[in-house]
């Protein structure tokens, strides 16, 4: 009993950090897109659906999934990009909540044009065939797919932070978030720098949206679920801080996981509980700076 | 170099200039002084693009500025250290001068560049690595004049630069604004300390309620006491 436990623990364990790569996919975009532009994007859900459906549509044409992995970040990215450019510039300057209702009213849009295309229900997606099966971790046997999620994660982080920390654009990124003005007077664009880092922050969310696939399938409601975590995931991680966002999104995957292990009922719950003790400890969350939001 | 002409501009509905104008010639230093609340910052801000709303002529290298956003300022030659510094938290020293040069024609000169400015700021040349925030206040007002200057700018703009530092430091950087006079750079300033600006100005003009209330070459402004005592702190 003892054995079997600790094996299950543990492979529980590796289960939520493979939901939480999910989570922290979301959660920087969402946290990257706060940093810099204080655009809280509602639509970000919206984004990581329709990247789940761009892979639906491209395999149902003859695509595979590696496919996918390159084309479907692109996809969104650029919609991130036009959307950015056509609909969110105009609202700069006026206000947090301006943005806010804009993106907000555009996740009810796309989610009701893919039900227009692609029909209510649900699609299962198929996992990619090499990546089927199970292999022994030394616990016991974890699902190759899982495992493959949490690697490609740790591509993408580790492609965000050598671009982030070893580039001039990078750079400027990260002044940017502290104090866009400065950067303006030192000759940046800073409006070039906003609309790309939409399109990188939306691109990673149709990574993401294409990553989750093949664990839950597709159904155009998906972005909203996850929205709601990722909100919880970017609290207590702190607003705009991406290493929070990666911190909380392994910690929030673990504790759905552990608690779908021990208190199923409660699984749903704990996540908010998590949330609320945070806020009472440390009401910035993790890395966040106190007083971003006034 | 720079002709501003009726310059107005406007915090909401308050009106901050009125018909300023002002002239800065390739190689002087022109100081601005004036009261709290005369609207020396403002004008700086009005010249390099940070104002809202902003009417008037500023014309820079003979180009009309008034419609141009500020990057565009800084890339025809532009460069301004506001009052507050603007240290970027969580940047290196060398992160922060490197910001300097990240949207420069001299990007590909970077690491010369910084060796350049190293030697001119041996302070910074010791703290390279070290975030930048943890400096003295002076340390990073140095810093705040480095990260404008490394990109060769043909007129730099300074707020109040020795506000708040310790005399030894306020000497070696006016000693600094001379030598960069010296090599061609031209200097708009803005200083409460009026005695130590005039004494290395070439002109000055005098800034009362948003308007011009008097012109003059640095040395009839520093012997006419009247003036200073009707226009200027302390
Ligand atoms: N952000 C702002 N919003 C509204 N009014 C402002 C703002 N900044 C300055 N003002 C007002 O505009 C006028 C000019 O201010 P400005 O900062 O240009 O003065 P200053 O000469 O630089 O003063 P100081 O010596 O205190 O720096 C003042 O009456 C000030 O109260
Ligand atoms: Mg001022």
Sequence with gaps: ?294 | MLQVSQLNAWYGASHALQDISLEVTRGEIVCLIGRNGAGKTTTLKSIMGLMGRARGSVIFKGEELLRQPAHVRFALGLAYVPEERRIVQGLSVRENLRLGLVASKHKKREAELIDEIAVIFPRLAERMDQEAVTMSGGEQQMLAIARAMIAKPDLIMLDEPSEGIMPVLVDEMFELFRSMKAQGTTVLLVEQNVELALGIADRAYVLDQGAVVHQASAQALLADDEIKERYCSV
């Design chain 1, 1 to 294: 009993m003892a054995g079997l436990s600790f094996d299950l623990i543990a492979l529980q364990l590796f289960a939520g950090l493979a939901l939480g790569a999910i989570y922290v996919l979301f959660a920087i975009g969402l946290s990257l897109i706060f940093g810099m532009l204080t655009v809280v994007n509602f639509a970000h859900g919206a984004f990581y659906m329709v990247g789940a459906y761009v892979g639906l549509y491209l395999i149902s044409i003859g695509g595979n999934f590696w496919i996918c992995l390159v084309a479907v970040p692109i996809v969104i990215g650029l919609f991130g990009l036009a959307v950015e450019r056509v609909l969110i510039r105009p609202l700069y300057g006026r206000g947090i909540d301006y943005p806010l209702l804009l993106t907000f009213g555009l996740s009810y849009v796309m989610v009701e044009c893919v039900r227009i295309a692609f029909g209510k229900t649900g699609y299962p997606f198929d996992t990619p065939e090499v990546l089927q099966g199970a292999v022994d971790i030394g616990v016991g046997y974890f699902p190759l797919y899982r495992l493959f999620v949490i690697g490609a994660t740790a591509v993408v982080l580790l492609a965000l932070w050598l671009f982030l920390e070893k580039t001039s654009y990078g750079l400027i990124i990260r002044a940017g978030a502290r104090d866009p003005q400065i950067v303006r007077v030192l000759g940046v664009d800073v409006s070039r720098v906003w609309l790309i880092v939409f399109g990188i922050g939306t691109a990673i969310a149709g990574f993401a949206g294409l990553l989750a696939a093949p664990l839950q399938g597709v159904i155009p409601e998906m972005g909203g679920t996850i929205l709601a975590e990722a909100f919880v995931v970017t609290v207590v991680g702190g607003m705009g801080s991406i290493g929070g966002a990666v911190l909380a999104g392994l910690l929030v995957g673990v504790v759905v996981s552990m608690t779908s292990l021990f208190a199923p009922e409660m699984a749903k719950v704990s996540i908010f509980a998590l949330m609320a003790i945070v806020l009472i400890v440390r009401p910035q969350g993790f890395f966040g700076r106190a007083g971003l939001m006034s």
